[in-house]
């Protein structure tokens, strides 16, 4: 196993034994649950929103671990920044999973970067996509679920 591989596993697990934010919260403005089908993946993120911060953000259910790992990471990086930044490091992480090789701003994705490996595991995109498409459907008003199917 790589250097990298290696690391690249590390951060899974630690994010899957410790999720950051796993939590439900009581005063969200926003929950939204995302299901990835293929994998099972089901997950409600929380958002309370404050004008157009992220003040806060929490998220609760289950699924593999790039799904979880994803979630938790998304969490971290996005709590307390504006929803125009989220957005920013959204459409950064689709373009690293979905469009492997096209450049993207690493400044916006931080340890997201972790995930670039993803790419080549078509099956296992979904998995890391699902709370991002949550996080951009919360952001942009709608409630309820969102499918990636
Ligand atoms: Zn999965």
């Known amino acids: 196993m790589s250097d990298l591989s290696y690391l690249y596993q590390e951060i899974?697990?630690?994010h899957n034994s410790k999720p950051r934010n796993y939590r439900t919260l009581t005063d969200a403005t926003v929950s939204i649950e995302g299901y990835n089908p293929l994998c099972g993946?089901?997950?409600?993120?929380?958002l309370k929103l404050e004008d157009d911060i992220i003040v806060d953000i929490g998220f609760e259910g289950s699924g593999c671990a790039i799904s979880k790992a994803s979630t938790s990471m998304l969490t971290e990086r996005v709590k307390g920044r504006t929803t125009s930044e989220a957005f920013s490091v959204y459409d950064a992480f689709h373009?690293?999973?979905t469009e492997p090789g096209k450049a993207v701003d690493g400044n916006l994705l931080e340890d997201l970067e972790l995930l670039s490996?993803?790419?080549a595991y078509p099956t296992r995109i979904k998995c890391a996509i699902l709370a991002w498409h949550a996080l951009k459907e919360a952001i942009e008003g709608a409630s309820g679920s969102v499918?990636?199917?």
Do not use: A, N, Q
């Not at 993946?41 to 929380?46: F, G, N």
């Open 95 to 97: 373009t690293m999973i």
């Open 41 to 46: 993946d089901k997950y409600t993120l929380h």
């Open 117 to 119: 490996g993803v790419s």
């Open 12 to 14: 899974l697990l630690e």
């Open 147 to 149: 499918s990636t199917e």
